[in-house]
Each structure stands twice: as C-alpha cells, then as structure tokens.
C-alpha cells in the first residue's frame, strides 16, 4: 500500500491531521516524534493567522494518504525554508523518509542571496533513521537541539518532602 502525495484542502483536512497527530502520539508511547495538536493548533491560531509566518496551510502542507484515506505522513513548514515532517510508525521506513525530504526540498528549500541553498529539517537526538536519510540526501547536521524536550529525570536531586505530601 504506497501511499499517494496531496495537498491540504480544507478544514475537514486540518482536523483529520489534528486527529493523526493525536494518534500518532500516542503510538509513539507519548514521544514527541511528531508534534503535539497544541503545537498544531499554535501554527494555525496564532502563527499563521497572527503572525503571518508563512501562507495558510492549505498553501503549504502535504499528507500522503493510503487509498483508504488513512495519513501516512504530514509535511508542512513554519518559516520558509523549514520542514516538519511527522509519520506514522507503520509507515516508517528510509525510502518514505526520503521521498518526503525530497518533496520538502522540491517545495521549502531557500535561496540565500550568496546562492547557497538552505533547508532546516528537524530531527529528534535518538532518530537515527531520519538522519541517516539526510545524511545520504547530502545534508549536514547543525546544531543539536534533540534534548530541548527531554531531560534526565534520574540526575534531578533528592530532596527532602514535607510531612504529609509525596511526589
């Protein structure tokens, strides 16, 4: 079953991805390998219609369906030259990742005025997969920015609770 590259089209559209990525949270044992529905909500009530980051997502966003209509993936950016993609884990593999990387560089990818050209794809830390795909695909990796949502919960301190409470 190869699922089949479209655009958004309209609002049903926003809350099917909404839904996706409801599911596909969860099916990710509550990681955040896709983006949580606030950040989704966010983008569209607030970046989008606010501050105008980039056109509404009807313009900009791509979902791969199955012929039963169910999302593979979503691809959308927030600036210009960014792509966030977000797949669903049966769907997972280094061939899908990189026809949507290629898709992103088709339709996200920035021109600077020195004529270099720039495409920022997040990856989580531990996404080895992704990586090696943009690896193959001739990006670079810049920045390390995989920990921002995480933290070590066994190098937090002890501390003392008060009598009567627990934690």
Not at 92 to 115: M, V
Request: aromatic share 10%; with cysteine.
């Amino acid at each position: 079953m190869k699922p089949t590259l479209r655009k958004i089209i309209d609002t049903h559209d926003y809350w099917r991805v909404r839904q996706f990525l409801r599911e596909v949270f969860l099916l990710n044992g509550r990681r955040e390998h896709s983006w949580h529905v606030a950040r989704w909500d966010y983008l569209q009530w607030h970046l989008i219609a606010n501050c105008q980051v980039c056109p509404p997502l009807e313009q900009v966003t791509s979902i791969w369906e199955t012929p039963g209509g169910q999302i593979a993936a979503v691809l959308h950016p927030v600036d210009p030259d960014e792509a966030f993609i977000h797949i669903h884990p049966e769907f997972r593999s280094a061939a899908f990742e990189a026809q949507i990387i290629t898709h992103a560089l088709q339709t996200f990818e920035n021109r600077l005025p020195d004529g270099t050209r720039r495409l920022y794809v997040p990856v989580d830390e531990d996404d080895q997969l992704r990586k090696d795909v943009l690896a193959r695909l001739g990006f670079t990796g810049r920045g390390n920015l995989g920990f921002e949502h995480y933290r070590d919960l066994d190098d937090i301190p002890a501390v003392e609770v008060a009598p009567g409470y627990c934690v």
